[in-house]
T-cell receptor
Framework: GENVEQHPSTLSVQEGDSAVIKCTYS??????FPWYKQELGKGPQLIID?????GEKKDQRIAVTLNKTAKHFSLHITETQPEDSAVYFC???????????FGDGTTLTVKP | NAGVTQTPKFQVLKTGQSMTLQCAQD?????MYWYRQDPGMGLRLIYY???????DKGEVPNGYNVSRLNKREFSLRLESAAPSQTSVYFC?????????????FGPGTRLTVT
């Protein structure tokens, strides 16, 4: 089955700096790669996703890049703000089947 | 439009007791999922239902059963709770046959088994 590894497990940055979280996956059949943000006491919420036919996608301060050959994808957050502090999860799935395998999460702390 | 709702929010069980976690969605989604989340770990899939009337095992199904009662509701049952089942349980749903693969998550049920 699919295996997703996520690094780092914790990340602390100063407000205004950039944050990068990286994930690798093992199953070449995976074609959908979402990123979820989980705030304390809440369920995960999708913040950005990318499909295997696209190399990069951007939404305001958030961007995701995908390297299918190397089987890795990354989340980039620019101009970080304290409200970006949360746990971020990457996932990989065969979008048609609907089952996702999640990374172990990265706890991002943005210090004011 | 409430999205995905879960009951109860918190539950404490003694070893060997049984309980059912309830999940409902009002987005007319076909697919529904149950995950567990343990400290320092990602979400692990317990069971899923691709459509009304079907259920399949996920990564960690042992000790659990599910029922897809109708299109809206998907319940998770622990027949004989064990301390290893102490976790936060999330239900999620997803539309199929649309361009979006996004899963929508409920707020979670925090379960402690003593």
């Amino acid at each position: 089955g699919e295996n997703v590894e996520q690094h780092p497990s914790t990340l602390s940055v100063q407000e205004g700096d950039s944050a990068v979280i990286k994930c690798t996956y093992s199953d070449s059949a995976s074609n959908y790669f979402p990123w979820y943000k989980q705030e304390l006491g809440k369920g995960p919420q999708l913040i950005i996703d990318i499909r295997s036919n696209v190399g990069e996608k951007k939404d305001q301060r958030i961007a995701v890049t995908l390297n299918k050959t190397a089987k890795h994808f990354s989340l980039h957050i620019t101009e970080t703000q304290p409200e970006d502090s949360a746990v971020y999860f990457c996932a990989a799935s065969n979008g048609n089947a609907g089952k996702s395998t999640f990374g172990d999460g990265t706890t991002l702390t943005v210090k004011p | 439009n409430a999205g995905v709702t879960q009951t109860p929010k918190f539950q404490v069980l003694k070893t060997g007791q049984s309980m059912t976690l309830q999940c409902a969605q009002d987005m007319n989604h076909n697919s529904m999922y149950w995950y567990r989340q343990d400290p320092g770990m990602g979400l692990r899939l317990i069971y899923y239902s691709a459509s009304e009337g079907t259920t399949d095992k996920g990564e960690v199904p042992n000790g659990y059963n599910v029922s897809r009662l109708n299109k809206r509701e998907f319940s998770l049952r622990l027949e004989s709770a064990a301390p290893s089942q102490t976790s936060v349980y999330f239900c999620a749903s997803r539309a199929t046959g649309t361009p979006s693969y996004e899963q929508y998550f409920g707020p979670g049920t925090r379960l402690t088994v003593t």
